[in-house]
T-cell receptor, first 115, second 109 residues
Framework: KAGVTQTPRYLIKTRGQQVTLSCSPI?????VSWYQQTPGQGLQFLFE???????NKGNFPGRFSGRQFSNSRSEMNVSTLELGDSALYLC??????????????FGSGTQLSVL | GENVEQHPSTLSVQEGDSAVIKCTYS??????FPWYKQELGKGPQLIID?????GEKKDQRIAVTLNKTAKHFSLHITETQPEDSAVYFC????????FGAGTTVTVRA
């Protein structure tokens, strides 16, 4: 089985722009979660999608949004980028039910740099 | 919310020696404690997990222990090898999956 695939691998944007990141979960996995990883804050939960609906949300501003498609693929969008949004954005999928945070499989992430 | 503290932040060990990483959690409702290993340029990978009804779990060279009363759990790596060099994260859930800050393990040849 192919693992979790995230695209693009690297991204450079400037302040004020917006960005869309993509995640394809492992085939058969219906739950997709997004995490932000920074040296200072570690791994922070953004949100979780299950069956095209956002089930849980972390403490991030409304500039961070996402969606999930019928094939379980997910996208994350960040609008009006700020320098502090520079981070590694990780997507994780799970074969377990909604809200279940066990047995997560992570992708390699998208490294976003905001200049 | 859940607060997970992890120590040490860095750990350097001689190849063949053991490595121990310790974590504490705050939410008594937490009952699942996974450990993830993140190699350079990759996402975290689940290496072992333990539930609150078990005190210890072992998988080849790695083991995890849990003291639910004291709210702490530890990862033990025995006979360390160069490929064990990575960043290790502990986590606890529920409520949400909360990660420790990570431990950078370096195995010296």
């Amino acid at each position: 089985k192919a693992g979790v695939t995230q695209t693009p691998r690297y991204l450079i944007k400037t302040r004020g722009q917006q960005v869309t990141l993509s995640c394809s979960p492992i085939s058969g996995h219906r739950s997709v979660s997004w995490y932000q990883q920074t040296p200072g804050q570690g791994l922070q939960f953004l949100f979780e999608y299950f069956s095209e609906t956002q089930r849980n949300k972390g403490n991030f501003p409304g500039r961070f949004s996402g969606r999930q498609f019928s094939n379980s693929r997910s996208e994350m969008n960040v609008s009006t980028l700020e320098l502090g949004d520079s981070a590694l954005y990780l997507c994780a999928s799970s074969s377990l039910g909604q809200g279940n945070t066990e047995k997560l499989f992570f992708g390699s992430g998208t490294q976003l740099s905001v200049l | 919310g859940e607060n997970v503290e992890q120590h040490p932040s860095t750990l350097s060990v001689q190849e063949g020696d053991s490595a121990v990483i310790k974590c504490t959690y705050s939410d008594s409702a937490s009952n699942y404690f996974p450990w993830y290993k993140q190699e350079l340029g990759k996402g975290p990978q689940l290496i072992i997990d333990i539930r609150s009804n078990v005190g210890e779990k072992k998988d080849q060279r790695i083991a995890v222990t849990l003291n639910k009363t004291a709210k702490h759990f530890s990862l033990h790596i025995t006979e360390t090898q160069p490929e064990d060099s990575a960043v290790y994260f502990c986590a606890a859930t529920p409520p949400k999956l909360s990660f420790g800050a990570g431990t950078t393990v370096t195995v010296r040849a």
